[in-house]
C-alpha cells in the first residue's frame, strides 16, 4: 500500500517560515493537497494541486512538489497557524499523511 | 457556498452497524465524488470510500469488507454503513466533497460526527 510520511512535529517563530514535508514513493508524479485542522475542527484545504491556494487562504501558504517530496512552506507564521496539518494523495485510495503538529513559539 | 451536515447515532454496540447520513444544502450533490473520511480520537484521517451521484463507488482496500456506501439524490444525502463494529472504529466520521479533475481534492467538509463503539 502507499504511504505518506510527515513529521510529527514542527516548531517555529512567529514571523518566519515553517516548512512542513511529506515522502511518498514518486509523489511527485502525484498531486499534492494539504489540509489545516484545527482542534476541534474539521480540515482546511489551504494547498491543491500541489501548489495552488483555495480562495480565502491568505499568500503565506505555498506548496511544492517533486521527487519524492512535497512541501508546505508557511512563510511570516502567524500564532493563527499554529494546528496540525494534513498531506494527501491519490493511488487506488486517497491517502493521508500521518499529520504535523505546527507549533508556533 | 455548500453546507455538509452528518448526522446518526453517537453510540453504537459493537458487533452491530454503524448508520450515517451526509446531508448536502446549498449546492447540488450532482458531478461530484462524495467521500466518508473518519478521525480516531488524537490521530490522524483515514479515508473510507467515496460514492459518485451515479452510484459507483471505490472503498478504501482495508474497510472494503464493511462498507458500504449509497446515494439518496432526491434527499441530496449520502450515507454510509460500516458492519461489525468494534473498538477500533471509534472516530469522528467527517463526508466530504470532492471535484472530479485530474487533481483530486476535498474542497468542503462537514463538521463531522463522533460515533463510539461501546456496550
Known amino acids: 500500500s502507499y504511504d505518506l510520511t510527515q513529521p510529527p512535529s514542527v516548531s517555529v517563530s512567529p514571523g518566519q517560515t515553517a516548512t512542513i514535508s511529506c515522502s511518498g514513493d514518486?509523489?511527485?508524479?502525484?498531486?499534492a493537497s494539504w489540509y489545516q485542522q484545527k482542534p476541534g475542527q474539521s480540515p482546511v484545504l489551504v494547498i491543491y494541486?500541489?501548489?495552488k491556494r483555495p480562495s480565502g487562504i491568505p499568500e503565506r501558504f505555498s506548496g511544492s512538489n517533486s521527487g519524492n517530496t512535497a512541501t508546505l512552506t508557511i512563510s511570516g507564521t502567524q500564532a493563527m497557524d499554529e494546528a496540525d496539518y494534513y498531506c494527501q494523495a491519490w493511488d487506488s485510495s486517497a491517502i493521508f499523511g500521518g499529520g504535523t503538529k505546527l507549533t508556533v513559539l | 457556498q455548500v453546507h455538509l451536515q452528518e448526522s446518526g447515532p453517537g453510540l453504537v454496540k459493537p458487533s452491530e452497524t454503524l448508520s450515517l447520513t451526509c446531508t448536502v444544502s446549498?449546492?447540488?450533490?450532482?458531478?461530484?465524488?462524495w467521500s466518508w473520511i473518519r478521525q480516531p480520537p488524537g490521530k490522524g484521517l483515514e479515508w473510507i470510500g467515496y460514492?459518485?451521484?451515479?452510484?459507483?463507488?471505490n472503498y478504501n482496500p482495508s474497510l472494503k469488507s464493511r462498507v458500504t456506501i449509497s446515494v439518496d439524490t432526491s434527499k441530496n444525502q449520502i450515507s454510509l454503513k460500516l458492519s461489525s463494529v468494534t473498538a477500533a472504529d471509534t472516530a469522528v466520521y467527517y463526508c466530504?466533497?470532492?471535484?472530479?479533475?485530474?487533481?483530486?481534492?476535498?474542497?468542503?467538509w462537514g463538521q463531522g460526527t463522533l460515533v463510539t463503539v461501546s456496550s
Open positions: 460514492i459518485y451521484h451515479s452510484g459507483s463507488t
Open positions: 446549498d449546492g447540488s450533490i450532482t458531478n461530484y465524488y
Open positions: 514518486k509523489l511527485g508524479d502525484k498531486y
Open positions: 494541486q500541489d501548489n
Open positions: 466530504a466533497r470532492e471535484t472530479p479533475t485530474v487533481t483530486r481534492f476535498f474542497d468542503y
